[in-house]
């Protein structure tokens, strides 16, 4: 994909642009730029969902539809943002796609422990953020359960071929 053609969110994902029509692309030059300069995390939330909401309702769509939009997304992005630049929020790391996962696909922690091999007293320090686990045995573990580490850029670093794709 292009470097113009991505917007890359806080968790290394990245949301295609290049379904966004001409209006939908401004919308989101306009989103940007509020979001560099409108530094209040209420302030901004409070411009960004109505601007969202207006452009997309006078389009027709409802509320799940434009939660669906990649400008909805890129704005709750930007949000996201400047909560962590303010101190408000932490940064994504591993360990909450790991605690998604435990929830998402496992009725317990201790199914999840027991189908990882992990034991549940390190997961439990992991999620709580108190221990990190290897990298090898983080992988070991994943791979029992059909998953796979990987490399992503890191959001906002301008390396890694980021470029454009890094909104901020």
Known sequence: MARDEAYTDLEGREIPLDGLDREERKLVAVLKRRARTRRDWNDFDDSWIQAVDEFYRARGLTRAQIRRTAVFQI??????????AAGLARPPDYRD??????RSR??????FCEATGLSEDMLSHVLARRKHLAIDTLSEALGRIGYTLR???????????NGKRVAG
């Open 75 to 84: 704005a709750q992005d930007l949000s996201g943002r400047i909560a962590v």
């Open 97 to 102: 796609e790991l605690e998604e996962l435990v």
């Open 151 to 161: 490399i992503a850029p890191k959001a906002g670093s301008g390396k890694g071929g």
């Open 106 to 111: 496992f009725n317990t922690r201790r199914e």
